[in-house]
C-alpha cells in the first residue's frame, strides 16, 4: 500500500496506495473537523487549493449529526461529495481534552458531551464502529493522549493500554471491514505510538504496536505543550523502530518550521488546525513570513498578499481589500483568508516534495525554516 520512491537525507518520498486514490507523501491533510472546512470551504475548493486529503473528526460527527445519520446518508464521501481520500481521527485527543469531563478505565472512557452534558462512552470498539459508519479511507486507532509533562509511572501505564486497545480495535475492524453492510470494507488502520516525552517509553511502545502489521503508524501526544525540542528528539528517538515499508503520521503538527523539521527527521503525514484558524483571525503565511493582515500599514496596500502565490485570494485581491474585510467583520474575510493559508499549506508539501525529488531537501530546508517562521 506505501511504496517508498526515494530518500534524500532521513526525509521520504511516497506513494499511499487506497481505495479512494493514490496520496503522494509528504502531505498535509488540511482539517475538516465536522466534514466542513470552517472558513466557508467546500470540497470543490479543497480541490481548487491542492489538497489530497481531508480529516474529519470521529467524536464530534458522533455528537453532530450522528454517525448513523452519516452512514444512511451515504457515508463521508458522498455526505459531502468529496471523492479523495478522508482520514478519521478517533476521538482520542478531544477525550483528552474534556479532562474535567471523563472518567478513564480499561474499557474505554466516560465522558459527557460538550454540546449537552450528556453522558457517552467510548472505548475501541465504540470508536471503530463509529468511524466504519463514517466509512473513512483511513480510521485512527482509540488512544489516550496524555497531558506534558507527564508523570512517568503514569505514562508507562498508559501507554500499555493504548496497546491493549489497539489490538481490540484491530480485532473489531477485521470484523467490521467483512460486514455485508459496510460502506468501505477497504478501511484502513493507523496505530498511534504513546510514552509521554519519556525516549524510552515510546521505543518500546513502537516495538510493540509494530508488530501488528498496521496499515500506517502515527506519533501522538505531542504538541500539547513541550517545546519544539522535545518534539523533535522523540522523533528521532522512535523513527528508526517504525516501520520502513508504511507511512509515518506526526499527529496535530504545525508550523511550516516545525513541518520541515519533521520531514527532515522522516515523517510522511501531518495534519493541523492552525493554518485555518490562523487565516480566521488574520494571521496568514506567505513565502516571506507570516503576516497580520489587521496591521495599520495595510490599509491602502493594493499588492496581493504574496506575490508568488497562484491562489484564488492572491491571483484576484489586495492587502487593503483583505484588511477592510476583516474590519468589517464580512464573511468573505475567513473564506479568502482560510483558502490563502491551506493553499500555501499544500503548496509547500507540494514543494517539499519536489525538493526530495530532486536531492535539493537539505538546500530547501536552510532557505526556508527561518524565513517561513519570521512575522513581517
Known amino acids: 500500500m506505501f511504496k517508498l520512491i526515494k530518500k534524500d537525507g532521513n526525509a521520504r ?36 487549493i491542492g489538497c489530497q486529503v481531508e480529516l474529519s473528526n470521529t467524536y464530534h460527527l458522533h455528537l453532530r449529526p450522528g454517525d448513523e445519520v452519516v452512514k444512511a446518508l451515504g457515508g463521508l464521501h458522498k455526505f459531502m461529495n468529496w471523492d479523495r481520500p478522508i482520514l478519521t481521527d478517533s476521538g482520542g ?69 493504548t496497546v491493549r486497545w489497539l489490538k481490540r480495535c484491530k480485532a473489531e475492524m477485521q470484523r467490521l471491514n467483512a460486514l455485508e453492510d459496510t460502506i468501505n470494507p ?8 504513546q510514552g509521554s516525552t519519556y525516549p524510552d517509553l515510546r521505543i518500546e511502545n513502537m516495538k510493540q504496536i509494530a508488530e501488528l502489521d498496521l496499515d500506517g503508524y502515527a506519533i ?33 503538527v504545525g508550523t511550516p518550521e516545525n513541518i520541515i523539521e519533521a520531514v527532515y527527521r522522516g515523517v510522511d503525514f501531518f495534519d493541523c488546525v492552525m493554518p485555518s484558524r490562523n487565516a480566521r483571525h488574520g494571521t496568514l503565511f506567505t513565502s516571506n513570513g507570516i503576516v497580520n493582515i489587521n496591521n ?43 483558502i490563502h493559508n491551506l493553499y500555501f499549506y499544500n503548496k509547500l508539501l507540494a514543494d517539499i516534495r519536489n525538493a526530495i525529488d530532486n536531492n535539493k531537501f537539505d538546500e530547501f530546508r536552510r532557505e526556508n525554516i527561518e524565513k517561513l517562521s519570521q512575522r513581517i
Open 220 to 252: 501522538g501526544g505531542l504538541a500539547v505543550g513541550e517545546p519544539s525540542e522535545v518534539m523533535y528528539s522523540i522523533i528521532e528517538a522512535v523513527e528508526p523502530y517504525a516501520p520502513v515499508n508504511k507511512p509515518r503520521y506526526l499527529m496535530g
Open 13 to 48: 518520498r511516497g506513494e499511499f496506495h487506497t481505495v479512494h486514490g493514490v496520496i503522494q507523501t509528504p502531505v498535509f491533510m488540511n482539517v475538516g473537523t465536522a466534514a466542513a472546512i470552517k472558513g466557508g470551504l467546500d470540497a470543490f475548493d479543497l480541490k481548487e
Open 186 to 193: 477497504h478501511q484502513m488502520l493507523f496505530a498511534i505510538n
Open 296 to 338: 495599520a500599514k495595510y490599509e491602502r496596500d493594493d499588492t496581493p498578499l504574496d506575490p508568488k502565490c497562484s491562489c484564488h485570494t492572491c491571483r484576484n485581491f489586495s492587502k487593503g481589500y483583505l484588511r477592510h474585510l476583516f474590519k468589517a467583520n464580512e464573511i468573505l474575510a475567513l473564506r479568502l483568508a482560510v
Open 93 to 161: 485527543f478531544q477525550v483528552f481534552s474534556l479532562a474535567k469531563l471523563r472518567k478513564i478505565k480499561e474499557e474505554g472512557v466516560y465522558f459527557s458531551s460538550h454540546i449537552d452534558g450528556r453522558r457517552i462512552f467510548m472505548g475501541p470498539e465504540e470508536s471503530m464502529q463509529i468511524q466504519s459508519n463514517l466509512a473513512s479511507t483511513i480510521a485512527m486507532a482509540f488512544d489516550e493522549c496524555v497531558e506534558n509533562p507527564c508523570e512517568k509511572d503514569y505514562a508507562k501505564a498508559s501507554s500499555e493500554m
